[in-house]
């Protein structure tokens, strides 16, 4: 029934959009933590050892509270992360923590812009767009004379997006304060 299929889309609706938003929520939270990180870096007399020493501090303080989503190698990634996007109006929404990941990975701007581009035009989850970085699809762009059949074979491979996939994320959970195991708020969602 049509009406049916109507009223569930209608409630299925604001929970994929509260979700997407927690997730840009935790996403600018951790870009003003490697914000912090980089100010405070700046003003340390040798950047390199101060900033070891910091980034350890700072997970030795934060985990035991907010969880292993504070780990050592979290915090540098918050720091890269704010690094590689000093200018948090130039974040996008659509992209969930785990894309900016592997996006702040890439060893070009051009590239990640290029990923960039593709994951929102496109709504890649997180496995699609590792699959074509992997697959290498930018350069594979650059040496191509048929770009268009190229970007077509990458667009085929895209599946419907679901937004539920984000909380699956144990981190997602902590920033929420909830626990792994807490199948109630799962089953809800």
């Known amino acids: 029934m049509d009406l049916i299929s109507d009223i569930k889309a209608i409630i299925q609706a604001p929970k994929e959009t509260a979700i997407r938003a927690v997730d840009h929520e935790r996403t600018l939270m951790y870009w003003k933590v490697g914000q912090r990180i980089f100010e405070e870096e700046q003003v340390g007399k040798d950047r390199a050892e101060y900033g070891l020493y910091l980034t350890q501090l700072i997970a030795e303080q934060l985990e035991p509270e907010f969880g292993s989503g ?52 496109n709504n890649w989850t997180v496995r699609q767009l590792e699959r074509q970085i992997n697959s290498s699809l930018w350069e594979r762009l650059l040496l191509s004379n048929d770009r268009e059949s190229v ?18 994320d144990p981190m997602y959970l902590e920033f929420l304060g909830l626990k792994k195991g807490n199948h109630l708020i799962m089953r809800r969602i």
Do not use: G
Request: overall charge positive; charged content about 30%; glycine content about 0%.
């Open 70 to 121: 504070f780990s050592r190698r979290q915090i540098e990634l918050f720091r890269q992360f704010y690094r590689q996007f000093p200018i948090a109006n130039t974040l996008y929404s659509q992209l969930s923590w785990s894309q900016y990941k592997l996006l702040i990975r890439l060893d070009t701007q051009d590239k990640r812009e290029f990923y960039i581009a593709e994951t929102v035009k």
């Open 151 to 168: 970007l077509a074979v990458a667009r085929s491979e895209q599946n419907p997006s679901d937004a539920k996939e984000i909380i699956k």
